[in-house]
């Protein structure tokens, strides 16, 4: 068996910028990393990050298996509104919080299959593809709620958004959950491999005998799943459910993250854990620029920043030139 | 008939059915009242949608327009009402940093081998938080010019009015037609579109041509936005939010393929109507509620796209393109 290197694995880039954006944070914020245990709960800064960082480590999980497959999901956004909407209109009227739950998995997972029936049967360009639900999901969700932010006071979902457990907001509890048994199915199955091999080279894929439309109709409809989890929390915290802005733009934030976690948008390797580092360092460079004062509109240019910086730092023509300094450093 | 025709001759031919459906339910829509306030409400959607068409038509894509529209107002209002330059001045400046910022775009597009995708993801993110560090609350803007702009217009038979800014769209249309169709830049758009490499090799500047496309995307973007301050007289950062699904859904709905090299800018004036036809009928009917436009642009862009999809499977052998640098 292979054993996994952590030395190797720690000092990735993605490690130094979470570490130099906590750092950063750390200075403007002396008691950034206090963490304090109130009411069974733990709080503080670190915590929150993971806590508002949830909802988008969720969404990227999904977009990770969507993207290794060359694939994008811009729905993600609308399907969470629409999954919210779903299970606050349920259990305002009368239903259960279990079965209201139960139904918002359901559609978003119906919401996932649809974008991977238009992907796989009816091969359009996923960006297209996943566009239609994009435009028309939050109408949908409107729709459901009739227009209006419908709120709930059941104790079962506001403890999806804003409980805990053993201390752990249940957030946090969720994302790891679904981060660790994500990583751990690609990863200790042959799927995870299927994933990459589509991904690369879609025909020589099923030349191989990958059923590659059955896997690309799994992980839209998986990455639908993800986005109707990260819905409930969504609403849950809110206690309603608010058609028009929840979500909103969080498709561009998930996309985003794995990107940074170094999943290639042109399909092939991914890595799960490395898009929820990338939602967490987005999710502390949000932080930190609330508590350092800024508007915080002020955020959108400091993330564009980073995308330039990453876009440069990948492009082939960087890293020829890089190469070949290195090259000429060890010929002198 | 040309076959190559056929998606627009669909386009047109749903546009005047439903058109006639919704005459036929609402007889006060036929009306040159209605036409001119189509042309005026969606002229800055229309302007920006022309921009979009090239660059889709190059296999490329744009999602900074919206943004840059915003930009561009918050841009304009600062200038005339924080620095006192006069409007002319101040377009002309919104006009040159859209276009440079376009440029920059395709440059980086280019150079750096990343899809467009991503890069005007971060044009987007970048112009509209500029936006709202230039200013986080909505600035009004008072000028003679600007009053005289939106009470001249020309006075159509039946009582419709074509003003300034839905001239203005039909213009850029016009242009920009002559401009796919009739000029040696047009049809680098389409090389491009069909295939970089085969474009390259028989000897179009895939460079120049690159940045050309998000610099007119980016300068038609920008001319949009000085329209959507003339008919708002003010500048927002957060306007135009979402306009960049607007105008790729109008392209789409045109008849324009996404995977490029195909595509028509009187497609797009086409899908652009037909979205305010749909707003109108909505208004028309006063008991659908505004959330129906959206489902209803969604589910003609699916058609749309399954339209696309049969008419070229059956056409052409199967391409299989998934994402265009």
Avoid at chain 1, 26 to 53: A, C, Y
Wanted: glycine share 12%; aromatic share 8%; with cysteine.
């Amino acid at each position: 068996m292979k054993r996994i290197d952590w030395r190797g694995a720690l000092l990735r880039p993605q490690f130094a910028a979470l570490a130099a954006v906590l750092l950063i944070n750390w200075l403007l914020f002396p008691g950034f990393f206090d963490i304090t245990l109130q009411d069974g709960r733990l709080f503080g800064s670190v915590i929150d990050v993971l806590n508002r960082g949830a909802p988008v480590a969720i969404l990227a999980i999904g977009m990770t298996a969507v993207i290794a497959t060359k694939g994008v999901d811009l729905s993600v956004g609308a399907v969470m509104a629409i999954a919210g909407a779903v299970a606050a209109v349920l259990v305002t009227g009368g239903a259960s919080a279990i079965f209201a739950v139960a139904a918002a998995l359901l559609v978003g997972l119906l919401c996932g299959l649809w974008n991977g029936i238009l992907v796989t049967y009816l091969e359009i360009q996923p960006i297209i593809a996943t566009l239609v639900l994009m435009v028309a999901g939050r109408g949908l969700a409107q729709l459901v709620t009739e227009g209006s932010i419908v709120t709930f006071s059941d104790p079962v979902l506001i403890f999806i958004g804003t409980g805990s457990l053993f201390g752990m907001p249940m957030p946090i509890v969720i994302a790891a959950v679904l981060a660790l048994v994500a990583t751990l199915i690609v990863r200790k199955t042959a799927l995870g491999l299927l994933i990459e091999a589509v991904g690369v080279n879609r025909s020589a894929a099923r030349f191989a005998g990958i059923s590659s439309g059955l896997l690309l109709l799994v992980v839209y409809t998986f990455a639908g799943f993800c986005a109707a989890t990260a819905g409930l929390i969504v609403a849950g915290d809110i206690r309603g459910a608010d058609a028009n802005n929840a979500g909103l733009w969080l498709e561009l934030d998930a996309i985003l993250a794995v990107v940074i976690g170094g999943t290639s948008l042109l399909g092939g390797r991914f890595s799960i854990p490395m898009s929820v580092v990338g939602a967490l360092i987005i999710q502390a460079m949000n932080t930190g620029i609330l508590i350092s004062g800024f508007s915080p509109e002020f955020n959108l240019v400091v993330k564009s920043g980073v995308i330039i910086l990453i876009l440069v730092l990948q492009a082939p023509m960087v890293s020829q030139w890089l190469r070949a300094r290195t090259v000429e450093r060890k010929a002198q | 008939m040309n076959r190559a025709l056929r998606p627009l001759v669909a386009t047109t031919a749903i546009f005047a059915l439903a058109y006639i459906a919704a005459i036929i339910q609402f007889p006060a829509m036929l009306s040159t009242r209605v036409l001119g306030n189509f042309l005026t409400d969606n002229a800055f959607l229309g302007i920006a949608a022309v921009g979009m068409t090239f660059v889709i038509i190059s296999g490329g894509i744009d999602l900074s327009v919206g943004a840059v529209i915003g930009f561009t107002t918050v841009l304009n209002a600062v200038l005339i009402m924080w620095l006192g330059l006069h409007p002319l001045l101040a377009f002309a400046i919104s006009l040159g940093v859209a276009a440079a910022f376009g440029a920059v775009m395709g440059a980086a597009i280019h150079y750096l081998k990343v899809p467009s995708f991503i890069v005007t993801l971060a044009g987007m993110f970048l112009a509209r938080g500029g936006a709202s560090v230039l200013s986080p609350d909505s600035i009004g803007i008072k000028h003679e010019l600007y009053t005289t702009i939106s009470k001249s217009y020309i006075l159509l038979p039946g009582g419709g009015r074509l003003t300034v800014i839905g001239m203005i769209m039909l213009v850029v249309f016009v242009l920009g037609m002559i401009l796919a169709h009739r000029t040696r830049f047009g049809s680098y758009v389409y090389a491009l579109g069909g295939s970089e490499v085969s474009a390259g090799l028989m000897g179009v500047p895939v460079a120049r041509t690159t940045i050309l496309i998000y610099t007119l995307s980016g300068f038609l973007a920008g001319l949009a936005g000085i329209v959507f301050s003339l008919y708002t007289s003010a500048g927002y950062s957060l306007s135009a939010l979402g306009v960049e699904l607007d105008a790729i859904a109008a392209v789409v709905i045109g008849g324009t393929l996404l995977t490029g090299g195909y595509g028509f800018v009187a497609g797009t004036f086409i899908g652009v109507m037909l979205q305010g036809l749909v707003q109108t009928y909505i208004v028309f009917d006063g008991s659908l509620s505004s959330w129906w436009t959206k489902i209803v642009i969604g589910g003609l862009l699916f058609l749309f796209i399954l339209l696309q999809r049969l008419v070229f499977s059956a056409a052409s052998p199967r391409r299989k393109v998934f994402w265009k640098t």
